[in-house]
């Protein structure tokens, strides 16, 4: 549990996690509409995307090596 956006998916990847699971976010959505579960698929994609590039990584397998501050 605890994952809630796509910037904690890229931190539990870059962490070495081979996979990473949400519910919450939407299950929550889906108590709204289906339009606010796309919408909250497309947020997560994105945070992620914004993510791998900051760190300039092109693919899961570079962000899962990006160096950890203290590395």
Do not use: Q, W
């Amino acid at each position: 549990g605890g994952i809630r956006n796509g910037i904690d998916v890229a931190k539990a990847l870059a962490l070495g996690s081979d996979v990473v699971g949400m519910a919450y976010p939407f299950l929550e959505a889906a108590t709204r509409s289906a339009e606010a579960v796309e919408a909250t698929i497309t947020r997560a994609v994105r945070e992620l995307k914004i993510c791998m590039l900051c760190l300039g990584a092109r693919n899961l397998s570079e962000l899962r090596a990006v160096a950890h501050v203290g590395d």
